[in-house]
């Protein structure tokens, strides 16, 4: 049972993975077992009753009727799931607790349906196939609520990371590290910190984990022949992701324009903002149990290709893009807490929309064995000193049409590019670009060396 002072720290954390608020019972008693169920299949956690949107205590009256009709509809989750229901007095104002135990039977069903809690909301499943092919994915337990034997809470913790968490998390820097970690369920029942917690707020991970990092590799070209930067990522999961961005960023080019006298404008090979969904994605989903890959980010000359450990998880492939199961849902919880993912199962849908916001194809998604998001990056307009393309004089049939000199700015820059990789590149079909090469040609512009299989174009010299 809590007492008044811990329900105080969690109310100043917020809603979250193990904490989700009510201002009063439901009109509709039953959406209350529904949360109690997305919470029992995964790793429990508490529903206070008494507590606005604003995190404010308001308190709560639960009457003998309401109580009881609290507890009826918990009895019709199946298999039978025994939570607490009990008042404290907090401040002055009666708060009431339930408290769900993560459930040892899972999956539990409630009318038919099977919710899982993703973040500081429960997801609807579709059926009990799809969430007992889903723990059986994950060896019946997630890899991040597994103790983790070795970490010492008092001395493993990389305090400057903690202190960063906390301030986006809008968590009391006055609590104490063991009632933090309990507050958001990072201590098994023995008291042990779980492997989120160590993920998280450990200091040299490497040296346990060693393949919870990030590699990022800069190849020159198209393909992984040449190698001009490698960088691998260690440390918590945060400083990772932090530090994943910042080397992307220091890869990309960027173009700017300056209009009038307003702000000048920049225009990225690829839109910064879909990294950040596609590195969260990829921390939050990889499969922690293949301990022989890491997540992966490589930069072509052409693209930008990011991949984790996992593919899909079953329940997913179907609504891909729309619904969202991950790995690791205390990993993702805490993520939600520090405000770095804005809605479950938006970020697929959000990634497409800024690449086509920024007038580039929309990422091709590979999710066989691993998952991995491609970018293609933006095809940049290079001039030459006589370039046939600008002087309409040169051009006798005066044809050659956006998509012609697209292709031909394509090929002087990467030269020896193949017809599938320009396809990907400018983002049409095959066939279009076989049309705009073969008029190319017959211009004189460019032409094909090399062998059938592994030639490519070029510009052809003058």
């Avoid at 109310?11 to 979250?16: H, L, Q, R, S, V």
């Avoid at 608020?21 to 997305?38: D, I, M, Y």
Wanted: glycine share 8%.
């Amino acid at each position: 049972m809590l007492t008044a002072s811990q329900i105080i720290e969690f109310i100043k954390g917020g809603e979250g993975y193990n904490v989700d608020f009510k201002v009063r019972v439901p009109s509709k008693v039953r959406e209350l077992s529904e949360e109690v169920a997305g919470f029992a299949n995964a790793a429990g956690g508490y529903i206070f009753i008494g507590i606005d949107n604003d995190n404010e205590i308001i308190g709560a009256e639960i009457d003998n009727n309401k109580r009881s009709a609290i507890q009826d509809t918990i009895g019709e989750i199946s298999p039978a799931l025994h939570c607490d229901l009990y008042s404290v007095e907090v401040e002055g104002k009666t708060v009431w607790v339930v408290d769900v135990p993560a459930g040892k039977d899972r999956p539990y069903i409630m009318g038919g349906v099977i919710y899982v809690r993703e973040g500081a909301n429960c997801q609807k499943l579709k059926s009990a196939e799809e969430i007992r092919a889903f723990f059986a994915e994950c060896s019946k337990i997630f890899y991040d609520a597994i103790p983790c034997k070795w970490f010492d809470i008092e001395n493993d913790v990389e305090l400057r990371n903690l202190k960063l968490f906390l301030e986006k998390s809008h968590i009391s820097k006055d609590i104490s590290m063991p009632q933090l970690f309990d507050n958001l369920e990072l201590l098994s029942e023995d008291g042990v910190v779980k492997n989120a917690g160590a993920l998280f707020f450990g200091r040299e991970l490497e040296r346990k984990f060693p393949h919870a990092v990030i590699r990022c590799v800069r190849f020159k070209g198209l393909d992984k022949v040449h190698i001009i930067d490698d960088k691998t990522f260690v440390g918590p999961l945060y400083q990772q992701y932090i530090d994943t961005l910042s080397w992307i960023e220091s890869k990309l080019e960027v173009e700017y324009i300056i209009e009038g006298t307003g702000p000048r404008k920049e225009i990225w090979e690829v839109p910064l903002d879909v990294f950040k969904e596609a590195v969260m994605n990829a921390i939050c989903h990889r499969d922690f149990y293949e301990e022989g890959a890491t997540i992966m980010v490589e930069v072509y000359d052409d693209r930008v290709e990011i991949s984790n450990p996992g593919g899909l998880l079953p329940g997913v492939a179907e609504k891909f893009g729309h619904k969202s199961m991950s790995r690791n849902p205390l990993i993702f919880g805490l993520f939600t807490r520090m405000h770095l993912v804005e809605k479950v199962g938006s970020g697929i849908p959000r990634m497409c929309a800024l690449m086509k916001e920024a007038g580039l194809p929309e990422p091709v998604f590979e999710t066989k064995g691993f998952f991995s998001v491609i970018f293609q990056k933006r095809v940049k307009n290079y001039r030459l000193i006589n370039d046939p393309l600008n002087d309409p004089l040169n051009d006798p049939l005066n044809c050659l049409s956006g998509m012609g000199k697209m292709v031909l700015d394509a090929v002087r820059h990467y030269p020896g590019i193949r017809r599938n990789h320009l396809s990907k590149l400018i983002g049409k079909s095959d066939a279009t670009i076989k049309r705009a090469l073969k008029m190319l040609a017959g211009f004189g512009l460019i032409e094909y060396r090399g062998a059938k299989k592994t030639g490519g174009y070029f510009v052809k010299e003058t």
